[in-house]
């Protein structure tokens, strides 16, 4: 079966420190990738998608970039972290090359002090 | 720019009561889930729905999609505290991007 690994689960960094999330994605091949940003209690907003290594596609300007090394690792990361970096990030996996349902990771709190 | 507008943003309803959920849009999709959130936590998928005018039954909640494929309704009969929770909707249309509803907020009291 699959499955799908984010870490850390909450992390607290200073402004302008640099940040680094994993996602990897056990149990399935090529599949497509995501980032999402959540804020309280509210609906998703799509950061990045990936269809494949190297392949990123960015939905809106920020101060964050993504990349996928490997097939099945998904990374986000940004060289100085502003307070409005904030949130409860989400990774994301759904089968490669088709449209169907999206699986989610745990989740990581990001709070920027 | 495609939108997924849910209402209402927030519900609290006594248990054993009937609720429903909407998800609206002014696009086309060609798919659409429900999921479940629970604080802390990435969503989980209830449902895929396909087919313009498609039902499913998932024990006490019952799903459709709209016949133009622009909505969708989310349905809970006899609601109980163990469905306290954020109900998000999510489209897709072709693309490999899922567009996300901005969310219902429901609390169930016992």
């Known amino acids: 079966s699959q499955t799908i690994h984010q870490w850390p689960a909450t992390l607290v960094q200073p402004v302008g420190s640099p940040l680094s999330l994993e996602c990897t994605v056990e149990g399935t091949s090529n599949p497509n990738l995501y980032w999402y940003r959540q804020a309280a209690g509210r609906g998703l907003q799509l950061l990045f998608y990936s269809v494949g290594i190297g392949q990123i596609s960015s939905e809106v300007p920020q101060n964050l970039s993504a990349s996928r090394p490997q097939d099945r690792q998904f990374i986000l990361s940004s060289k100085k972290l502003l307070l409005s970096d904030s949130g409860f990030y989400l990774c994301?996996?759904?089968?490669?090359?088709?449209?169907?349902?999206?699986?989610f990771g745990q989740g990581t709190r990001l709070t920027v002090v | 720019t495609q939108l997924l507008e849910q209402s209402p943003q927030f519900l609290s309803i006594q248990e054993g009561e009937n609720l429903t959920v909407y998800c609206n849009s002014s696009s086309v999709f060609s798919s659409l889930q429900w999921y479940r959130q629970e604080p802390g936590e990435g969503p989980v998928l209830l449902v895929t729905v396909v087919t313009g005018g498609e039902v499913k039954k998932l024990k006490r909640l019952t799903f459709q999609f709209g016949d133009a494929r622009k909505d969708s309704s989310l349905h809970i009969t006899a609601a109980q505290p163990g469905d306290t929770g954020l109900y998000l909707c999510a489209g897709t249309s072709g693309t490999y991007k899922y567009i996300f509803g901005t969310g219902t907020r429901l609390k169930v009291l016992a």
């Open positions: 994301a996996w759904s089968v490669g090359g088709e449209v169907t349902e999206a699986f």
